[in-house]
Structures are given as C-alpha cells and as structure tokens.
C-alpha cells in the first residue's frame, strides 16, 4: 500500500495561533488527498477533498476559511487551521486514494491541543 | 453510498478466529465493501476489499453473502495486536467523489 507521512505527530499551540499540518505521499502522486478530523470517543469525520493544483472541496459545515488546505504539489497537501481554539483541538488525519479500486491509505496523524 | 450496520463491540480469545459481522443491506450493484481498521491513536490502516467474491489476503479474509447484502471479516488468529476498531464501509470504487464515510465501527478486544 501506498507509504502517507504526517508532520508534526502532534503540536501544542496558545488560542489564536494558526497551525500548519503537512501530508505527504512517499510512494505515489497523489492527484486527490482527504482530510479527516477525530474527536476523542467519535469516528472519522472528512473534512475535505484535496485537489492537486484546484481548490478543495470542503464538506458540509467545515468552515473553509478556517481550514485552509493546499494542494501544491502531486506528493504534498497541507491543512492550516487558522485561529485555532480550544474547540479544535483533535486529531487530524490525512488520506491518499490509491490502488486498483480506489483503496485510501491514511497517514500517522497529527493530535493538535488549543490551550 | 450506502449505510453499514456493526455491533459495537466484540471481544474474541487470542489465537482464536474473530469473526465480525457487517450488514449493508442498501447496497448497490457497483458498489464494493471495503474494510479499515484503526488501533488506538493511530490513522487507519486498509484491510481488505471486495464487491462480490469473497477475497483473502495476508491480513484477513472477507466473505460476502450471495446476496451482497451483508460480509463477514475473518481474522484467522487473532493477536492481541488485533484490538482495534473495526470499520466497514461501501462505496463505489472509482466514483466521482472517492470519499470514505467512517460510521462506528466495532470495537475488537482480544483477550489473553
């Protein structure tokens, strides 16, 4: 399966900072990455749909002026989380899909904590 | 794409086969099941997949009824490195949109 890295593993930031989370695919172009976030206790939740050299597609209720996302480059995508609160503190996930039928294979994670 | 249905929790005995079911009873013709795991604190890790046949691989086996409307996960011998939330999710593959839409999955304990 495709080799997906995340840095840093984890960060520690004030209120009102913003955070920069990068992905990266090691073994594969990556035309499309995804994003997830993961409250403690609770599931995956997609954030977004990164596209190489396009906007992201955000889904329903993810702000997109907090949550920047760039696609610059088919081995790199990068989520900023702007302004960062308490309330976003969580573990971020990124994926790169991949494979015969369309396998996603996810990256390490990143824990953010807000104080 | 369609909805999946897990028990939430399972407990299975180490070296013992860990059958976890998964009912998907709104599935559609092209769309295939796919299973994910996630150990604690980590990203989830791809398991196995399939649309009709069951499928084996190195990891699990996947058996999908005839009718496509329910799969079982098999674990052959389960570790305790097996404990882990298991997800099953379908999807077309190769759609439109590729997205995975994680539900809650079951948790596997493997007891000593």
């Known amino acids: 399966g495709a080799v997906v890295s995340q840095h840093p593993s984890w960060v520690i930031c004030k209120s009102g900072t913003s955070v920069k989370i990068e992905c990266r695919s090691l073994?594969?172009?990556?035309?499309?990455m995804f994003w997830y976030r993961q409250f403690p206790k609770q599931s995956l939740m997609l954030m977004a749909t990164?596209?190489?050299?396009?906007?992201?597609?955000?889904e329903q209720g993810v702000e997109k002026d907090k949550f920047l996302i760039n696609h610059a480059s088919l081995t790199l995508s990068t989520l900023t989380v702007t302004s960062a609160h308490p309330e976003d503190s969580s573990f971020y996930i990124c994926?790169?899909?991949?494979?015969?039928?369309?396998?996603?294979?996810f990256g390490p994670g990143t824990r953010l904590t807000v104080l | 794409d369609a909805k999946t249905t897990q028990p939430p929790s399972m407990d299975c005995a180490e070296g013992r086969a860990a059958n976890l079911p998964c009912n998907h009873s709104?599935?559609?013709?092209?769309?295939?099941v796919y299973w994910y795991r996630q150990i604690h604190s980590q990203g989830p890790q791809y398991i196995i997949h399939?649309?009709?046949n069951n499928e084996t691989n190195e990891m699990a086996s996947l058996i999908i009824t005839e009718d496509r409307k329910s799969s079982t996960l098999i674990l052959p011998h389960a570790t305790l490195r097996d404990t882990a939330v298991y997800y099953c999710?379908?999807?077309?593959?190769?759609?439109?949109?590729?997205?995975?839409?994680f539900g809650t999955g079951t948790l596997l304990a493997v007891q000593p």
């Open positions: 994926s790169v899909d991949r494979g015969r039928d369309n396998e996603q294979f």
């Open positions: 073994d594969f172009q990556a035309t499309t």
């Open positions: 990164s596209n190489e050299g396009s906007k992201a597609t955000y």
């Open positions: 709104t599935i559609s013709g092209n769309e295939y």
């Open positions: 399939g649309l009709k």
């Open positions: 999710i379908v999807r077309v593959a190769g759609g439109a949109t590729n997205k995975l839409i």
